[in-house]
């Protein structure tokens, strides 16, 4: 049974969150603490699966709680609720908490955070990812557009007009939505000219992750990166994204899991921007390790930083929200053993990003990013890789110059290997 420490000045709040948690009461075990130095008592007596306090305790802020926490129960998830809704002050928190929550917030969304939570322990309690997203001295805040989004998306009746009418304010959002769905990967046989139309092929859930994903790209200043484009970058993500909508089609997934595979092909390398615009020095090491050497970007990481890309941009995406399948997603797209069993999008991400390096390959010194070849014969899914492999050539093709130029350049690293 997972045991809840709940720090919180106001006796209400904590029973509302036991009775929203009632019809899991043979999971969870919720501990009160009506003041941080009642919270710090408990923890002396026992340990704690989540500890989650309000802002604004009695006799302290609760993100003195929450670090006193760390250092007492590192294996505890941290929840803090505040009464702000200023991202970039609720961000601040997140050095101590894997989770913020904004005030006033109703107790079903609180149990949701905790389920989700303990679903996310192995991306939230990874010791590297915490050392570094503790280090940063600002953390990305969520564009307002997208919080705008989040907030029309989430009435009953979410309508296509406010939502395109949002997208058409911004003019740079507006050219990227529309260069995405025109895009030769999208196959259209018409050229969609109006953001209406574009929300309405790709489904609004799809735009508020491309909204995102276009937002997120133009906020980093690569300038030092003279060996790193961000546009190649983009393009690789763009693609990936296609590609993993394919193999998701192609298996007959929900649309559901269709939408993660594709927002997470879009997401995958999110931490690679984070990690450059903040350990400018250190990226530029990993960047050099890794033409020097001829390896992989994430074999780079690995020998300069200890970590990689994947761990960061997961954690970054568990603070936003997103869903725990697209988190997992992004965190497993390097290494299988991080991934569920089964064809779970993460296994199409992976599979997505490995055959876009195989089939784009930009310079004839490129580093492959082989799939894990041995995982997916584990799992039944070597034969479908072929299949997939296949149903991405044919995505591919639809930009030929891009793709034989990729063909001749991994025939000449097959040639010299």
Request: hydrophobic share 45%; net charge negative.
């Amino acid at each position: 049974m997972n045991s809840i420490l709940y720090a919180d000045s106001e006796p209400l709040a904590v029973r509302a969150l036991g009775a929203a948690l009632h019809r899991h009461r043979d999971r969870f075990r919720i501990v009160a603490a009506d003041s941080g130095a009642a919270a710090l008592g408990l923890m002396e007596q026992e340990p704690f699966d989540i500890i989650m306090a309000d802002i604004r305790l009695a006799d302290m802020r609760g993100e003195q709680l929450l670090q006193a926490a760390r250092e007492r129960q590192p294996q505890a998830v941290r929840i803090i609720l505040t009464g702000s809704p200023d991202q970039e002050q609720a961000m601040r928190t997140v050095k101590v908490a894997h989770q913020f929550l904004t005030k006033p917030c109703p107790p079903e969304t609180i149990s949701a955070a905790i389920l989700r939570c303990l679903r996310l322990r192995k991306v939230f309690l990874n010791e590297h990812t915490a050392r570094v997203i503790a280090a940063v001295d600002v953390l990305p805040a969520l564009p307002d557009i997208y919080l705008r989004l989040t907030h029309e998306l989430a009435k009953e009746y979410p309508s296509i007009n406010a939502v395109a009418g949002l997208v058409g304010s911004d003019v740079s959002m507006t050219a990227s939505l529309l260069k995405l769905v025109n895009s030769t990967f999208f196959g259209l046989y018409e050229r969609i000219s109006s953001p209406k139309r574009a929300i309405a092929l790709l489904g609004m859930d799809i735009v508020k992750g491309v909204v995102l994903g276009m937002k997120l790209f133009q906020s980093f200043n690569m300038i030092r990166f003279k060996d790193f484009s961000l546009s190649q970058l983009q393009e690789h993500s763009t693609r990936c994204c296609f590609f993993a909508r394919s193999i998701a089609e192609m298996e007959g997934l929900g649309p559901g899991d269709r939408d993660t595979a594709f927002l997470a092909g879009l997401l995958h390398d999110i931490g690679k921007l984070l990690l450059a615009s903040s350990f400018t020095d250190k990226y530029l090491e990993v960047l050099q390790t890794s033409q020097r050497e001829n390896i992989p970007l994430t074999n780079a990481e690995l020998d300069v930083l200890g970590y990689t890309h994947a761990e960061i941009g997961a954690y970054l995406l568990g603070l936003w929200g997103f869903s725990d399948d697209l988190v997992e997603a992004v965190y497993a797209h390097h290494d299988m053993s991080r991934s569920s069993e089964g064809l779970t999008p993460g296994v199409i991400v992976h599979a997505a990003n490995s055959l876009d390096h195989e089939l784009f390959i930009f310079h004839g010194d490129y580093a492959l990013h082989p799939p894990d070849m041995f995982w997916l014969d584990r799992n039944d899914l070597l034969a479908r890789y072929k299949a997939w492999r296949l149903a991405c050539m044919e995505v591919a093709d639809r930009d030929p110059a891009n793709l034989r130029r990729g063909m001749a350049l991994a025939a000449t690293i097959e040639e010299r290997a």
